[in-house]
Structure formats: C-alpha cells, structure tokens
C-alpha cells in the first residue's frame, strides 16, 4: 500500500481530491440519512427560515479553490487545494439530482442520480490515478531504481 510520501509531489493535490471527495461524500450520505430518521442534535441549516443545501457551500468552496489556484502556485498550498477541491465536488454532486430537478428529490427514487454520479466519478477518478501513476518518479528511494 502506497502512503501519500510515496506519491509523485506533483500528483498530491489530486490524490487528495479523490480522498476528500470519497470521504465527504460518505459523510454527507450517513449525516443526512441521520437528520432524516431525526437523530437528535441533528438538522438541517437555514437562514431566515430556508434551508441551505449543502451545494451551496459545495460552491462557496470552489470559488475559494479557484480564487487560490489563481494566486498561489506553492505546493504545499496545492495539497490543501486538492483537499478543499474534492470536499467541494462532494457537497455539490450529492446534490446534483436536485439541481438538475430543480426540486429536494434527495430521499425519491430520482434523487439516486446523486449516488450513481458519484460512483461514478470515484471510480473513473481512482482508475485514471492508478492508470498514470508513476512508480518509477525520481523522488522515492526504495531501491527499486538505480542511482
């Protein structure tokens, strides 16, 4: 099993897209099925009385993403990026059937369009990251290459 150290640097941002969004998704799937069987503690976030999706948010963090990646170049920062950037799809594409509904269909039949489409994008994101990995990049020392 490879760590994020064994990881081409310049392959960490999307490596960590793929996590946060994999990771955010599910948490927002259990999170919601929680406020929906009413959990206590547990409920949705309004402002003035109206229900805030949590595409906005999805949303708010792009712009945020795209407001860095314009300015800042440093790797470190990219990282993060990726992170924020995974986070960000995942709030919005668990919502995408109702954005293309223009209508809550989370619970519905239809509102299954969110699951397949982030299958979907997990799956061809996961294959194309191990498809171009380099196992052979400059910066690893595991013997496997000569000096």
């Known amino acids: 099993m490879r760590r994020l150290g064994d990881i081409d640097p310049t392959r960490h941002g999307l490596v960590l897209a793929w996590w946060g969004f994999t990771g955010t998704f599910a948490f927002l799937r259990l999170l919601t099925w929680l406020i929906h069987i009413r959990v206590a503690g547990l409920g949705d976030v309004s402002a003035g009385g109206v229900h805030l999706h949590h595409y906005v948010w999805?949303?708010?963090?792009?712009?945020?993403?795209?407001?860095?990646?314009?300015?800042?170049?440093?790797?470190?920062?990219r990282r993060w990026m990726?992170?924020?950037?995974?986070?960000?799809?995942?709030?919005?594409v668990?919502?995408?059937?109702?954005?293309?509904?223009?209508r809550d269909v989370y619970w519905q039949k239809t509102?299954?369009?969110?699951?397949?489409?982030?299958?979907?994008l997990i799956g061809i994101a996961g294959s194309?990251?191990?498809?171009?990995?380099?196992?052979?990049?400059?910066?690893r020392d595991d013997g496997r290459h000569e000096p």
Request: net charge negative; hydrophobic share 60%; charged share 20%.
């Open 94 to 102: 668990d919502e995408i059937a109702l954005l293309i509904e223009l």
């Open 111 to 120: 509102g299954a369009v969110s699951v397949g489409a982030a299958v979907l």
């Open 82 to 92: 990726g992170l924020a950037l995974g986070v960000g799809l995942a709030l919005i």
């Open 58 to 77: 999805g949303i708010l963090l792009l712009t945020v993403v795209a407001v860095f990646g314009l300015v800042d170049r440093d790797p470190r920062t």
């Open 128 to 139: 194309v990251l191990v498809a171009t990995r380099d196992d052979d990049h400059p910066g």
